[in-house]
């Protein structure tokens, strides 16, 4: 299927053993049921590290699905009523998922370049994405200066929500943010500090087999995380 700008980011919080060991018994069972799903292009299943996700040790009880459609139509009603979408919200306790429209797109994921940007800038809120493939043999390096880059974002009152997922524990880190604006996003990525450092010893040391860096217009959301939609301070008309 050809490439397309719109992309969902569907979020699922579990809680207890059951429910959880269904959800990680899905990281394997959902590669079957995904691509059957009308107008679904490129996909893939997450899983979450622990706290808000920027660390090495998995968090049972948060999952995620990625996946590209041929407008936004098609993307609102199979994340609701597709089979699949369905048995992960009835066995979820919460879920969330955010519309996007790609904007600009640079790198590959899993060999191919997923998204199909639009080239129109985001005149309000929009959302960034990063992905990467970390060398297993700087992988303690990389994980050792994410702590105090969450901090940092944890700190930061533009962030309006932020997650670390991630296809693979350790050697697969992606990283989706919203913010209210590109002057706020980019104010964090270059200002001097341990995301700055970071991106240095990143470009500096080779550290990425393979990496993608996305921006995304928000079109709107469905659900609810944290009890709340994390959209709620945002004029995404803008």
Not at 20 to 45: C, D, E, H, Q, Y
Not at 56 to 77: F, G, M
Not at 117 to 128: D, E
């Amino acid at each position: 299927m050809q490439d397309t700008p719109i992309v969902t980011l569907s979020f699922f919080r579990f809680a207890g053993p059951l429910a959880r060991a269904w959800a990680l018994g899905m990281m394997g069972a959902a590669r079957v049921s995904l691509p059957r799903v009308p107008g679904i292009g490129f996909w893939k299943l997450c899983g979450s590290g622990t706290g808000e996700g920027f660390t090495p040790l998995p968090n049972t009880a948060v999952y995620a699905i990625l996946a590209s459609w041929p407008d936004e139509e098609t993307a609102r009603q199979q994340t609701e009523n597709a089979a699949v979408f369905q048995r992960y919200k009835r066995r979820s306790d919460e879920n969330w998922t955010v519309f996007l429209e790609t904007s600009s797109a640079r790198g590959n994921w899993s060999g191919r370049a997923p998204f199909c940007p639009t080239g129109r800038r985001p005149t309000g809120p929009l959302a960034a994405l990063t992905r990467a493939t970390i060398r297993p043999g700087v992988a303690m390096k990389f994980w050792q200066r994410v702590p105090d880059i969450s901090r940092m974002i944890g700190a930061d009152r533009n962030v309006a929500f932020k997650i670390g997922i991630g296809e693979v524990p350790l050697l697969h880190q992606v990283t989706f943010s919203i913010w209210p604006d590109a002057a706020a996003m980019a104010g964090f990525a270059r200002e001097n500090g341990p995301h700055a450092a970071a991106i240095r010893a990143v470009r500096d040391g080779n550290w990425f087999s393979e990496e993608l860096y996305a921006r995304f217009a928000i079109l709107g959301d469905a659900g609810t995380w944290d009890g709340t939609s994390p959209l709620r301070n945002l004029d995404i008309s803008a």
